[in-house]
Nanobody
Framework: QVQLVESGGGSVQAGGSLRLSCVCSRCILSTFNSHDMAWYRQAPGKQRELVASITSGGSSNYAEPVKDRFTISKHNSRKTVFLQMNSLKPEDTAVYYC????????????WGQGTQVTVSA
């Protein structure tokens, strides 16, 4: 069974940076390489929202609020997806999750525990 394990969250002040990692445990490498991957976040009292996605070919897309601040990348041999977050804002505070997605950005696997990001003003 595929297991997604997120890490790298923490508490930072506004303007700071964090780098999140998501390891796809028990993934078959060829399957991981062929899937598009995405980062989502869920703030308290809000629905989970898509933050960034990356195709198997390496093309990336970002939600408007994080454009030019966040960068998604993928290390195929390590079955790991990263999210570099710069110029963090208090409104970026949320639990961040990763998942494999289809072409409609629908999550394909069970959700992991996520990693908490807290940005103070």
């Amino acid at each position: 069974q595929v297991q997604l394990v997120e890490s790298g969250g923490g508490s930072v002040q506004a303007g700071g940076s964090l780098r999140l990692s998501c390891v796809c445990s028990r993934c078959i490498l060829s399957t991981f390489n062929s899937h598009d991957m995405a980062w989502y976040r869920q703030a308290p009292g809000k629905q989970r929202e898509l933050v960034a996605s990356i195709t198997s070919g390496g093309s990336s897309n970002y939600a408007e609020p994080v454009k030019d601040r966040f960068t998604i990348s993928k290390h195929n041999s390590r079955k790991t997806v990263f999210l570099q977050m710069n110029s963090l804002k208090p409104e970026d505070t949320a639990v961040y999750y990763c998942n494999a997605v289809n072409k409609y950005n629908t999550a394909l696997e069970s959700w992991g525990q996520g990693t908490q990001v807290t940005v103070s003003a």
